[in-house]
């Protein structure tokens, strides 16, 4: 690990912190899909048919955006450097993720999904490629597994915020509303800042 340069360090950082804020952000919706789908459609039961129709459109319409981010922002990488292309994923699902928040319709929250979605896709595509790119070839197959940690840990982290958010609202005494989940989302747009300074 002594051979690894500063430079080398902070694309890995870089890379696995997008890795994580993608399962953050990724995983905000299916834990709230159900009741907030149901406010959206004005339905009183999330047991409700509709609710899982719709519920389920959106996520297609995520993986979608997820499948297209990949090819979409490759390119971008291609033309621009991985580092510009990682910020900009990481700006494009913390942004559209934080607008969820605004959605007062399905297909609001749809469109807000499948955008949040190709900076999800496109961050897999460019942080692999950062790293493939400025790591050391031995080094690959470990930076792989290390980077799907970040995945897990940050689904943990969006539980957490679900949890954390329930328990404070109740302990202020304020009704809970699952779209407050989605303004957490927002917070890996502080990382790029670091990235557009520090990794090169």
């Known amino acids: 690990m002594r051979d690894l340069s500063p ?9 696995w912190l997008g890795w994580l804020f993608d399962g953050l952000d990724m995983h905000l919706y299916t834990l709230v899909a159900a009741p907030f ?3 959206l459609l004005h339905v009183v039961s ?3 048919p509709l609710v899982k129709r719709y519920s389920s459109w959106i996520q297609a319409a995520f993986l979608i955006g997820w ?9 971008i990488g291609d033309r621009l450097g991985r580092s510009r292309a990682l910020s900009l994923t990481i700006l494009t699902y913390a942004i559209f993720t934080g607008l969820s928040f605004f959605a007062h319709t399905g297909w609001q929250l749809m469109i807000f999904r499948f955008l949040a979605a190709l900076g999800i896709g496109g ?4 942080g692999s490629a950062l790293l493939s790119e400025t790591w050391p070839r031995r080094w690959r197959p470990w930076i792989a597994a290390v980077l799907q940690t970040g995945v897990n840990v940050g689904v943990l982290v969006a539980c957490g915020a679900v ?6 609202t109740g302990w202020l005494g304020v009704e ?14 502080l990382m790029v800042f670091w990235i557009r300074r520090k990794v090169p």
Do not use: H, M, N
């Open 67 to 75: 499948a297209l981010g990949g090819g979409f922002f490759g390119r």
């Open 123 to 126: 961050e897999w595509a460019v």
């Open 37 to 39: 789908v149901a406010q």
């Open 7 to 15: 430079q080398q360090w902070k694309s890995g950082i870089a890379a």
């Open 46 to 48: 999330t047991a409700d």
């Open 176 to 189: 809970y509303q699952p779209r407050w989940v989605f303004l957490v989302g927002i917070l890996p747009a």
């Open 163 to 168: 949890y954390g958010l329930a328990a404070l």
